[in-house]
Structure formats: C-alpha cells, structure tokens
C-alpha cells in the first residue's frame, strides 16, 4: 500500500517530467505540430501543480476551478494555435518553422 507522502512525491516528479518534456518539445523542434503537443504537455504539467498546490493546502475547491480555468483556457490557446498552424499549412505547403520567416512575402 503506498501511503500518501510518497504518492505526493510521485505526483510531483511525474508532473515535473510532464514539464521538461513540453519544454523540450517546444524548445528543440521545428515542426509547428510538435510545438503544439509541447504546449498541451506544458499545461497539463502547471494544472497538476496547481492540483498538488490544493492538496497541500487544503484548498482543493480553490485548485479545482484554477484548474478548470485553465482548462478552458488551454482548449482556447491550442485552437488559435491549430488555426493558425493550417493557415500557414495553406500558405506554404508546410508546418516547418523555417518556412515560417518568409511568411510576408
């Protein structure tokens, strides 16, 4: 049986691996694709924090609706995101960040 201590721990090194991952994702790569799944990785690491946060304090209630806002505004961040990743698809046959630069022309 793992008490709670140590499930707490668990979370804790579990959402911090989530975190280096998104970094990661967004940070090293060159597909626009990519970057968004490091940006979905990247919230979902900060709303277990902020569940973690609740349980520590005792303020679950509180962490719940921080957590559904930014829930919310996550799903609002990636469409806008998508979006604009299939216009610049449209515009240059392409999701590579590089073919991005000339975006004006």
């Known amino acids: 049986m793992i008490d709670m201590p140590q499930l707490f721990w668990m979370f804790c090194v579990g959402s911090i691996l989530v975190f280096i991952i998104g970094i990661y994702c967004v940070l090293v790569t060159a597909n626009l694709i990519r970057a968004i799944i490091g940006m979905e990785l ?3 690491a900060v709303t277990l924090f902020l569940i973690l946060a609740g349980y520590v304090t005792g303020r679950t209630g509180m962490a719940q609706a921080f957590a559904i806002t930014l829930i919310i505004i996550e799903v609002v961040v990636i469409a806008v ?12 046959k ?8 000339n975006i004006k022309d």
Not at 81 to 92: D, E, K, M, P, Y
Not at 94 to 101: A, D, G, K, N, Q
């Open 42 to 44: 990247l919230t979902k």
């Open 81 to 92: 995101a998508v979006g604009i990743s299939l216009c610049a698809f449209r515009h240059n």
């Open 94 to 101: 392409s999701i590579h960040v590089t073919f991005l630069r």
